[in-house]
C-alpha cells in the first residue's frame, strides 16, 4: 500500500444522519440514511449506500486498481498509476452525447485519501463492505459507530509464494481465519513436503484450495504466487462485483470452484457484448477493450491472473499489444 | 440450513461453461476447460490454456513419470485433480541461463544435490524453483496448471481447445 501523508481531506459538518459530506474537485458527496448523493458542474447522480460502500471499498482496497473501477454505470476511477481520473458519465454514451459527463485527474494521496476518509465516516459498525450479503448487517440508516477493522482490510500480496518463510501466512484457525461457511467440504489436509536440509526456503507447497476456503473476503484478489510480472492472483467470490471492472490490460478468468456468469460491456459506451459462463475448470480471457462484472450464485473460487507489467496499457494505446491475448 | 457442496471439476466429470455472443466474437475470450484440455492430451504435453504476452498457463497431464526439467525462473505448480509427486535436484552447475523463458527437458537424471520431494494433492500448490531441476510423477492421470513463461516446450493448439462459434 502507497502510504497517504501530507493531504488535506475536505469535508464538512456531519449532516442531520450523522455523515460528513466530501469533495474533491469540483465533484462533492454526500450520503444520507439510504443513498449517496453525487454532484459535478454538469450533473448530479444519486445510488444507494450500500452497492456505493462495496464499491468505494474495493476502489481504497485495491489502490484503484488496474484500469477503471466502474462503480455503477455513471461514476468511477481510472488508474493512471501515480494519479487518479474520478469521472460522471465518462463511459456511457448517453452522458457523453448529453455534455453531462465530466472526469477530473488527481494525485493517487490525494484521491485515496479522500476515499479512505469518506468509506470510514460513512460505514457503520454493522456493516462490512466486504463480506458476502448474508454475511454483514445492514449498510443503511443513520450513522452509528464505524467498522474501520474491517475496512482498512488489504490485499494479501506475496512476494513469492504464500506460505513460504518471511512470506504471506497460511491462513488457519488460531490466525483468525476460519473455513468459511460455505467451503465446509473443502479438503484440509496440506501436501507431503520432505525437505533436505538447507533447502527449507526453496522446497514448499501448500494447500491453496484450503488457503481460499479460509477468505473472509469476496471479490478481493490476493497475490499468492509470482513469477516475474506473472500474478496468480485469487479470490472467494458471492453474489456480485461490486464493481464494474474496466480494465487496461488483457486479464484472465480461471474458474477453480462452481460457477460465474459474467455480463461483459464495451468498455467506452456500457453496450452489451457477451455473457460468459464459468463452470469449475473453465478458463477465459477478458479483452482490454470491454468491461466485465460477475455473478456468483454460490461462494466460488475464481483465479485471476494478471500481467502485472506497467508498459502494457501504453503498449495498447500504441497499437503494439492486442486487446486479445491470442489470435486463431 | 443446508449443506453447502463445492463443486470441482475432473478428468471423469466436468461441465462446460460457454460465451453467448450478445454483439462479440467468441473467440476473443480464448474459453476452454483444462479438463477438456487435459483429457485428450498425451502424458506432460505443456498446453498454454492461458497467454498474457510472454506469460502463460500450462494444462499438463500428469501420468507416469515425466522428463527432468529444469527451469530459469520459479514456477509454480497447481494440481488440480489427482496427486502428483514432484522430486526437486539442484544441479552441481547451472544447466540454464537465467534471462530464458520457461523450462527446458534435461537428458536423464542431473548431477547435484537432492532438495526434497513434495508429494501434492487436490488444490496444492507447489514452488518449483529458478535454476533447479524438477521431475513429476503421477500414478493415475493428474492434473496440473503451471504458471510460468512461454517457453520452447510450451504447446500452443488454440483452434482445438477453445470456442470458436
Ligand atoms: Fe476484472
Same mark, same amino acid.
Given at each position: ?50 452497492? *456505493? ?11 484503484? *486498481? ?24 465518462? *463511459? ?36 462490512? !463492505? ?38 504471506? !501466512? ?17 479438503? /484440509?489436509? /496440506? !501436501? ?34 509470482? #513469477? ?5 492472483? !485469487? ?19 480461471? /474458474? ?26 473453465? #478458463? ?43 489470435? *486463431? | ?65 515425466? @522428463? ?14 489427482? @496427486? ?75 483452434? @482445438? ?5
Amino acid at each position: 500500500m502507497t502510504d497517504v501523508t501530507d493531504v488535506t481531506v475536505l469535508s464538512g459538518e456531519a449532516n442531520e444522519h450523522g455523515y460528513k459530506p466530501f469533495s474533491i474537485g469540483e465533484f462533492n458527496f454526500s450520503r444520507d440514511e439510504h443513498f449517496v448523493h453525487v454532484t459535478w458542474p454538469s450533473g448530479t447522480h444519486v445510488t444507494a449506500a450500500e452497492p *456505493f460502500l462495496k464499491a468505494l471499498m474495493r476502489d481504497v482496497a485495491w489502490n484503484f *486498481f488496474y484500469g477503471t473501477v466502474n462503480f455503477d454505470a455513471v461514476l468511477g476511477t481510472t488508474n493512471h498509476y501515480g494519479n487518479v481520473d474520478l469521472f460522471a458519465g465518462r *463511459f456511457n454514451e448517453a452522458y457523453r452525447k448529453a455534455e453531462l459527463d465530466h472526469m477530473e485527474n488527481f494525485p493517487h494521496d490525494e484521491i485515496k485519501a479522500t476515499f479512505t476518509a469518506m468509506l470510514s465516516d460513512w460505514t457503520n459498525a454493522t456493516f462490512d !463492505p466486504f463480506a458476502a450479503p448474508m454475511e454483514t448487517g445492514s449498510a443503511y440508516g443513520a450513522k452509528s459507530g464505524n467498522n474501520d477493522a474491517a475496512v482498512t482490510r488489504t490485499r494479501v500480496t506475496a512476494k513469492r509464494m504464500v506460505g513460504m518463510p518471511d512470506d504471506e !501466512p497460511l491462513r488457519t484457525d488460531e490466525s483468525g481465519y476460519p473455513v468459511n461457511r460455505a467451503f465446509h467440504d473443502v479438503d /484440509q489436509s /496440506q !501436501p507431503v513436503v520432505e525437505v533436505e536440509p538447507g533447502y527449507e526456503n526453496e522446497v514448499s507447497a501448500y494447500n491453496f484450495f484450503a488457503y481460499l476456503s479460509r477468505s473472509d473476503v469476496t471479490w478481493n484478489p490476493s497475490v499468492v504466487s509470482v #513469477c516475474k510480472d506473472s500474478l496468480y492472483c !485469487p479470490t472467494t467470490e458471492e453474489f456480485i462485483l461490486p464493481i464494474i471492472h474496466g480494465n487496461d490490460r488483457v486479464e484472465w478468468f480461471i /474458474q477453480l470452484s462452481d460457477e460465474i456468469i459474467w455480463e461483459v460491456e464495451d468498455l467506452k459506451t456500457g453496450t452489451p457484448r457477451a455473457k460468459v459462463v464459468m463452470k469449475a475448470g473453465d #478458463c477465459a480471457s477478458m479483452p482490454a477493450d470491454i468491461r466485465h462484472r460477475g455473478y456468483s450464485p454460490k461462494r466460488s473460487m475464481l483465479l485471476v491472473w494478471e500481467n502485472n507489467s506497467p508498459a502494457i496499457p501504453d503498449m495498447i494505446a500504441r497499437g503494439e499489444a492486442s486487446v486479445v491475448p491470442v489470435k *486463431f | 440450513m443446508a449443506e453447502y457442496q463445492t463443486v470441482y471439476g475432473s478428468l471423469d466429470n466436468f461441465t462446460k461453461g460457454g460465451v453467448e455472443v450478445i454483439n462479440d466474437d467468441p473467440k476473443n475470450y480464448v474459453f476452454s476447460n483444462m479438463f477438456d484440455v487435459a483429457s485428450r492430451s498425451k502424458p506432460w504435453e505443456k498446453v498454454a490454456i492461458g497467454k498474457n504476452l510472454e506469460y502463460v498457463v500450462e494444462c499438463i497431464r500428469a501420468e507416469g513419470v515425466s @522428463e527432468w526439467r529444469v527451469t530459469p525462473h520459479d514456477e509454480f505448480a497447481l494440481v488440480v485433480d489427482g @496427486e502428483v509427486v514432484i522430486d526437486l535436484i539442484d544441479p552441481s552447475s547451472p544447466l540454464v541461463d537465467p534471462d530464458a523463458s520457461g523450462s527446458r527437458a534435461l537428458a536423464g537424471e542431473p548431477e547435484g544435490k537432492k532438495m526434497g520431494r513434495v508429494t501434492a494433492g487436490h488444490g496444492h500448490m507447489t514452488l518449483l524453483p529458478a535454476g533447479r531441476c524438477y521431475r513429476m510423477s503421477a500414478s493415475s492421470p493428474s492434473v496440473v496448471l503451471l504458471q510460468t513463461i512461454h517457453g520452447p516446450d510450451t504447446i500452443e493448439r488454440w483452434a @482445438e481447445i477453445c470456442q470458436k462459434y
